[in-house]
């Protein structure tokens, strides 16, 4: 257990919809990030945010946004939904975004079906 | 063309056997190298980092890069059934725009049988 939690752990829902995907960083983690995997394009990174703030961005869908609350939890918004959405999304967090390095851990992951 | 390319596989050795899994990146600012480990269905888990080249040696694992080829491998000895995962590659600068920025393989999914 890598003390990162995410809610739902499966999405079942229709082209054209919005979801919100919920992620809790391990305890003292300041930085979260979210990915998305799919078979074809294995994991991608989306959108970094550090203490509240947006910190880097990926190949993030206009579609998608994300925020960082004040308790360091984050929500990943997938809006208009389209069947080449459906995949794993995982949030990953690590203590700071400034060092050189720092170990980023993942949750389980949220596997979204959009029908 | 991906900033990391990694053979997805399959790949399937008995127990026992020595595993080599490889990936080469093109982008010369990549300073940390990991190695991550999924199971089916959880999230990915970090097995091994390096910093800049050299080889790193963790029990069964050992971890390599040559900075100049632009190639990393991961060596895993005596393979035990319960190696059986995927095994992502994953790279990211140390200073600039993209510094914490972790950029994947596609993944090299792993069995080891009895």
């Known amino acids: 257990d890598s003390g990162v939690t995410q809610t739902p752990k499966h999405l079942i829902t229709a082209t054209g919809q919005r979801v919100t995907l919920r992620c809790s960083p391990r305890s003292g983690d300041l930085s979260v990030y979210w990915y998305q995997q799919s078979l074809d394009q294995g994991l991608q990174f989306l959108i970094q945010y550090y203490n509240g703030e947006e910190r880097a961005k990926g190949n993030i869908l206009e579609r998608f946004s994300a925020q960082q609350f004040p308790d360091l939890h984050s929500e990943l918004n997938l809006s208009s939904l389209e069947l080449g959405d459906s995949a794993l999304y995982f949030c990953?967090?690590?203590?700071?975004?400034?060092?050189?390095?720092?170990?980023?851990?993942f949750g389980p992951g949220t596997r979204l079906t959009v029908l | 063309q991906k900033e990391v390319e990694q053979d997805p596989g399959p790949l399937s050795v008995p127990e026992g056997a020595i595993v080599s899994l490889n990936c080469t990146y093109s982008n010369s600012a990549f300073q940390y190298f990991m190695w991550y480990r999924q199971y089916s269905r959880k999230g990915p888990e970090l097995l091994m980092y390096?910093?800049?080249?050299g080889n790193k040696e963790d029990g069964r694992f050992t971890a390599q890069v040559d900075k100049s080829s632009k190639y990393i491998s991961l060596f895993i000895r005596d393979s035990q059934p319960s190696d059986s995962a995927t095994y992502l590659c994953?790279?990211?600068?140390?200073?600039?725009?993209?510094?914490?920025?972790?950029?994947f393989g596609r993944g090299t999914q792993l069995t080891v049988w009895p």
């Open positions: 390096t910093y800049s080249s």
């Open positions: 994953a790279m990211s600068a140390d200073r600039g725009s993209t510094l914490g920025r972790l950029y």
């Open positions: 990953a967090s690590s203590v700071a975004a400034t060092l050189s390095y720092n170990e980023q851990f």
